[in-house]
Structures are given as C-alpha cells and as structure tokens.
T-cell receptor
C-alpha cells in the first residue's frame, strides 16, 4: 500500500530536549516536505527536499533541521524544542513524473512544555 | 513563497445544499490542486486542474480555474454530512512545480 509513515503520532516533551520525528515513504517519490499546522494559520512549510542530499528552507525553518540521506526518509529534527513549536506536523511526498499529487502522513501532534 | 488563500474561512450549510469555496493566488502557476482534511488528519488529494484547463469534474466536485483573475473555485454539489472537513487549495512552490504550498483553508460544516 502506498503510504507516508510518520512517527511518533503523539509526543510530549520538555523544552530543550532534542527530538526527531521520522517520515518514510514507499512510493519512490522525489519530493518530500514538512509542514506545521496551527489554528488559524493553515499549513506552513518548514523544509522541503527535491532529491537526496538536496534540502531547502520553507516559510518557517527556524528551530528545525532536516536531512535527506536516502530517498525514502526525511526526518525532522528539533535540536532544542521550545513551547512555540507545539503544533501538528505533517510530512508529505510527491513525484514529478507521476503528477503533482502529494501524499500526506497521518501527522504528529507535538507538545513542548 | 506562493500561497493560495481560501475564502470563506468557514462555511455552514444544510445537507443537500451546494458548497462553494474560492481560492486566490499571487503568481502564475501551471497547476492548482484541492485537498481535504478531516479533523486533525493528513490531507487527502481531491482534484488537480492544470493551467490550460478551465473546468474539471470529479463526482460531485467541480473545480474551475481562471488564470486571468488568478482564482479557482471548488463546488461540492448535494453536500452530505460526511463532507464536513477543511478544504485547502494548493499551488506549486515557486521553482518546484510539484511541491504544494497551502493557505489557511475553508472549514465546511454540513448539518444533517
């Protein structure tokens, strides 16, 4: 089954404790993105990647890191989480030649206390 | 970055009525997509319309695109309670045609 898998689904952590949210896709998609969703603000793009070892900043990259060492994985790293990073996070992937339809993971609800 | 903005922010209708949502964007695009999100879940792709198309249908969905006005609309006909969700238009990230960017969405409530 074609899917984007994010883990964990829910996470409560404390300020400053490094964490990683994993994202994996099984569709051989070239493009992957991270978004955060906050009430009233819609989905804002954090980082995106157009290929292995190629990543770029989105609209709200501060406080986040990403890596794309393999095509299927695109982890989101919060080196020192802060309460303003409490949000719902989504990973998505899409494929150039197959059309622009993006597939989304189920989301990670992060709370930083 | 390119972003579409949906209007209205919220829409409340009765079952059986039609629901219309609009999207405006800023710069030229080669495609526009609409997505649906059930509460707190991942977005699901509904329909894509390319810049050389004016209208597209899929089941009870009708999408229009007016590139001269930089706007699109999504019409859901004969709405059902199960259509209750948030709807987002997605426009391509500048410089990367197949990475979507999103606005704030329209929250649709269909009352049974």
């Amino acid at each position: 089954e074609a899917q984007v898998t994010q883990n964990p689904r829910y996470l409560i952590t404390v300020t400053g404790k490094k964490l990683t949210v994993t994202c994996s896709q099984n569709m051989n998609h070239e493009y992957m993105s991270w978004y955060r969703q906050d009430p009233g603000l819609g989905l804002r793009q954090i980082y995106y990647s157009m290929n292995v070892e190629v990543t770029d900043k989105g609209d709200v990259p501060e406080g986040y890191k990403v890596s794309r060492k393999e095509k299927r994985n695109f982890p989101l790293i919060l080196e020192s989480p802060s309460p303003n990073q409490t949000s719902l996070y989504f990973c998505a992937s899409s494929w150039n030649r197959g059309g622009p339809e993006a597939f989304f993971g189920q989301g990670t609800r992060l709370t930083v206390v | 970055s390119q972003q579409g903005e949906e209007d209205p922010q919220a829409l409340s209708i009765q079952e059986g009525e039609n629901a219309t949502m609009n999207c405006s964007y800023k710069t030229s695009i080669n495609n526009l997509q609409w997505y649906r999100q059930n509460s707190g879940r991942g977005l699901v792709h509904l329909i894509l319309i390319r810049s050389n198309e004016r209208e597209k249908h899929s089941g009870r969905l009708r999408v229009t695109l007016d590139t001269s006005k930089k706007s699109s609309s999504l019409l859901i006909t004969a709405s059902r309670a199960a259509d209750t969700a948030s709807y987002f238009c997605a426009t391509p990230l500048s410089g990367g045609s197949y990475i979507p960017t999103f606005g704030r969405g329209t929250s649709l409530i269909v009352h049974p």
